[in-house]
């Protein structure tokens, strides 16, 4: 059974940091990618940003290109995300997913963790 468990939100004032970790269980060998969605209040989740399992090739939407980075250990089965010059918009909760075969979709999901950007 696969399990992903995010960690690492919190409160921050507007141009600081956070890391968010994300540790998964159960995943067998196929994996595409990992990647953070992020879902605010009253609004769709959306893709934030992912990385390809096999050669780390990272995605990113437009709006955190540069601020963001994602990062994976293969190994530990673990994907990070740091998030640098945070704004008020970036306040969210962010879930961690895999998706397993390069579609449209994601396949497993963690629980979200919440980040807060004071202004």
């Known amino acids: 059974q696969v399990q992903l468990v995010a960690t690492g939100g919190g409160l921050v004032q507007a141009g600081g940091s956070l890391r968010l970790s994300c540790a998964a269980s159960?995943?067998?060998?196929?994996?595409?990618?990992m990647g953070w969605l992020r879902q605010a209040p009253g609004t769709e989740r959306t893709f934030v940003s992912a990385?390809?399992?096999?050669?780390?090739?990272?995605f990113y939407t437009n709006s955190v290109k540069g601020r963001f980075t994602i990062s994976r250990d293969n190994g530990k089965n673990t994907v990070d995300l740091q998030m640098n010059s945070l704004k008020p918009e970036d306040t969210a909760v962010y879930f961690c997913?895999?998706?397993?075969?390069?579609?449209?979709?994601?396949?497993?999901w963690g629980q979200g963790t919440q980040v807060t950007v004071s202004s």
């Open positions: 997913a895999v998706d397993l075969l390069g579609g449209t979709t994601w396949d497993y």
């Open positions: 159960g995943l067998t060998p196929n994996v595409f990618r």
């Open positions: 990385i390809r399992w096999s050669d780390g090739y990272a």
